[in-house]
């Protein structure tokens, strides 16, 4: 059964740093594009970043975090990385992953009606 599995939500400090990721079982990550989506409370998803698939797939950011946020990919961990730097109190969201399970598409959207599987989330939170 494919598993989405978000980890390395925390609390931490205005201008901190964290590393999240997000580990698959039952599909290799390398073929699909993944994307990064967070949602406050009371406000809807919205995309933060995506990755297409292989190496030669696309990146994308949301405005709102470029310059911040470095999404990446390890296939022996078979892992996609969401650094956040810079953190602000605005980036407090519940953070998914999201997998669009048509392959090989190297072009990435921050659409989320684009991804068909998605993770249970994980927290973050930033205080001022």
């Known amino acids: 059964q494919v598993q989405l599995v978000e980890s390395g939500g925390a609390l931490v400090h205005s201008g901190g740093s964290l590393s999240l990721s997000c580990t698959a079982s039952?599909?290799?990550?390398?073929?699909?594009?993944i994307g990064w989506f967070r949602q406050a409370p009371g406000r809807e998803r919205e995309g933060v970043s995506c990755?297409?698939?292989?190496?030669?797939?696309?990146?994308d950011y949301a405005d709102s975090v470029k310059g911040r946020f470095t999404i990446s990919r390890d296939n022996d961990k078979n892992t996609i990385y969401l650094q956040l730097n810079k953190l602000l109190p605005e980036d407090t969201a519940v953070y998914y992953c999201?997998?669009?399970?048509?392959?090989?598409?190297?072009?990435?959207?921050?659409?989320?009606?684009?991804?068909?599987?998605w993770g249970l989330g994980t927290q973050v939170s930033v205080s001022s």
């Open positions: 039952q599909f290799t990550l390398d073929y699909y594009a």
């Open positions: 999201a997998a669009d399970l048509t392959p090989f598409r190297h072009v990435c959207l921050l659409n989320e009606n684009e991804y068909d599987h």
């Open positions: 990755i297409g698939s292989g190496d030669a797939g696309s990146y």
